[in-house]
């Protein structure tokens, strides 16, 4: 069965710090996959997406990039952190195009001060 | 870019009693899903319902879609203290690569 692990669980980070969150999926070849980002009490904004090794798609510009270096992992980076960049960090991914349910990770709380 | 907009934003209703969610959104699609978020964690997909199909069920979740009026509704019956969380609705884009969330509706229930 396919599974998603994302990690760390929380994070608080002084601002000015790098980040690197990290999502691996198993079980499945050739996942798309997302990072979304959700501010407290709020929808979820789509950050990133991937449709496959080395193909990033950005959505919103920002102070984070991401990186997807093998078929099931992707990497949400950024080299200096905001204040404004504090949420809660999802990873989702889904089997491709039409009638396909995402799965989403446990999510990142990454706090900034 | 098109999104979901759920309807009521906060809805808190008596254990038992029945909790319709809806939701709007603005370009053709070619499906429509609708997820659970419990506090703090990960969003668990419920039901996706495609463009051709008007009502899909699962268990006691009862999802419409009505492509005239670009809307869905989320129906859970006897409802359960467990189905407190929030409902997001997402809708894909023209490219079915990648789905925009609604704002959510926030559900309590009272026991």
């Known amino acids: 069965s396919q599974t998603i692990h994302q990690w760390p669980a929380t994070l608080v980070q002084p601002v000015g710090s790098p980040l690197s969150l990290e999502c691996t999926v198993e079980?499945?070849?050739?996942?798309?996959l997302y990072w979304y980002r959700q501010a407290a009490g709020r929808g979820l904004q789509l950050l990133f997406y991937?449709?496959?090794?080395?193909?990033i798609s950005s959505e919103v510009p920002q102070n984070l990039s991401a990186s997807r270096p093998q078929d099931r992992q992707f990497i949400l980076s950024s080299k200096k952190l905001l204040l404004s960049d504090s949420g809660f960090y999802l990873c989702?991914?889904?089997?491709?195009?039409?009638?396909?349910?995402?799965?989403f990770g446990s999510g990142t709380r990454l706090t900034v001060v | 870019s098109q999104q979901g907009e759920e309807d009521p934003q906060a809805l808190s209703i008596q254990e038992g009693e029945n909790a319709t969610m809806n939701c709007s959104y603005k370009?053709?699609?070619?499906?429509l899903q609708w997820y659970r978020q419990n506090s703090g964690r990960g969003l668990v997909h419920l039901i996706l319902?495609?463009?051709?199909?008007r009502e899909k069920h699962s268990g006691r979740l009862r999802v419409t879609l009505d492509t005239s009026k670009k809307s869905s509704s989320l129906l859970i019956t006897a409802s359960r203290a467990a189905d407190t969380a929030s409902y997001f609705c997402?809708?894909?884009?023209?490219?079915?690569?990648?789905?925009?969330f609604g704002s959510g509706t926030r559900l309590s229930i009272r026991p």
């Open positions: 079980g499945t070849s050739n996942p798309n």
């Open positions: 319902i495609r463009s051709n199909e």
């Open positions: 989702a991914w889904s089997g491709g195009r039409f009638n396909y349910g995402y799965t």
């Open positions: 370009t053709s699609i070619n499906n």
């Open positions: 997402a809708t894909d884009d023209s490219s079915a690569s990648k789905i925009i």
């Open positions: 991937s449709v496959g090794i080395g193909q």
